[in-house]
């Protein structure tokens, strides 16, 4: 599953962010693709969703947010 679609579907980046023990505004610099997680970070995600979330989930989002930034702001 895709990162963002899962905090879509957890509730929203304050929620995302408390099942994975990590700040709002973390999330929030990962969900808008400000940030990429660091290799810490992407394998907390992995075990906090139980492998819902994978490597791919994680910066495959993350690059294709990264392109299309440059094209519009998403966040």
Known sequence: MDFREWI??????????RVLDE?????ASWHC??????FQAALNIVKKT???????GI?????????NKKAKKLC
Do not use: C, M, Q, W
């Not at 879509?8 to 962010?17: E, N, P, T």
């Not at 139980?50 to 490597?55: I, Q």
């Open 59 to 67: 910066y495959r989002s993350f690059a294709e947010l990264r392109n």
């Open 23 to 27: 700040k709002a505004r973390t999330v």
């Open 8 to 17: 879509k579907k957890v509730g929203g980046i304050d929620l995302a962010a």
């Open 50 to 56: 139980h492998g819902l979330v994978d490597y791919n």
């Open 33 to 38: 693709g400000d940030r990429a997680p660091s």
